[in-house]
């Protein structure tokens, strides 16, 4: 019988539909509720360059809401960005490899283009960096255009498992909330465990093999 009995997911209801199957079928009380919102920033600077580079699907999704793409070309961080570019009809050119941490997918992206080639960042207002930071400055361009707001909700529940889908959420969650010591925390990525033992090393954390649907469900039935 599973050890977990309820999960709370820090995402939006219908993020991720695959793993409301599987918690239906494993009688495991799912809750999804993001800590976090999205807000555009007006008036941003949108430079002409050849391409342009997504870091998160929100942030994609705020940017092709207000702004138009004036690259030729399209990157994302990975295929849940990619996704929200190809739904909205652009063709993307470069998607980071869900095995490859933020740092590794700018190195390859850099890689990848000619050396000629110019990029434009549009980036939140707490972004970490990692992947522009690859990216010979000579040839990149950044503007924020989102920033992240803190929603701190209380929650008189308890969870046998809490996944943290980024370090905002986390923090967020924590300005209203605590963990309790038998809770099985898991991070989606390494930013986020970081910020999770920053705040308390002696948390121990699962992190996902990779930022998919997949790899929570494998990373669930290990525990249960």
């Known amino acids: 019988m599973s050890t977990i009995k309820s999960l709370l997911v820090t995402k939006e ?7 409301e199957q599987w918690c239906a079928k494993h ?19 949108i430079p ?17 809401r207000h702004y138009f793409v004036v690259a030729e070309k399209v990157a994302t961080i990975g295929k849940a960005t990619a996704e929200i570019l190809i739904k909205a009809g652009f063709h ?24 000629h080639s110019t990029v434009f960042f549009p980036l939140g207002n707490r972004s970490k960096r990692s992947v522009i930071d690859q990216v010979d ?23 046998d498992a809490i996944m943290f889908t980024s370090p905002s ?19 989606m990525g390494n930013t986020t465990e970081k910020a999770i033992l920053a705040y308390n090393e002696n948390h121990k954390v699962n992190v996902l093999a990779a930022p998919t649907q997949e790899a929570i469900i494998e990373l669930l039935e290990s525990l249960i």
């Open 92 to 115: 993307v050119h470069f998607i980071g490899e869900s095995i490859d941490s933020p740092v590794t997918i700018g190195q390859k992206f850099n890689a990848f283009i000619p050396s």
């Open 169 to 187: 959420n986390f923090h967020s969650y924590m300005q209203s909330n605590s963990i309790d010591t038998n809770t099985r925390i898991l991070a």
């Open 27 to 45: 009688q495991i009380k799912l809750k999804q509720l993001p800590f976090i919102e999205i807000e555009a920033i007006l008036n941003a600077e």
């Open 48 to 64: 002409s360059t050849d391409w342009i580079f997504f870091s998160s699907p929100k942030g994609a999704q705020s940017y092709i």
């Open 137 to 159: 400055a000579n040839r990149m361009k950044e503007s924020t255009t989102y920033k992240t707001v803190d929603q701190p909700q209380s929650l008189n529940e308890a969870f």
């Open 13 to 19: 209801p219908g993020s991720f539909i695959k793993l």
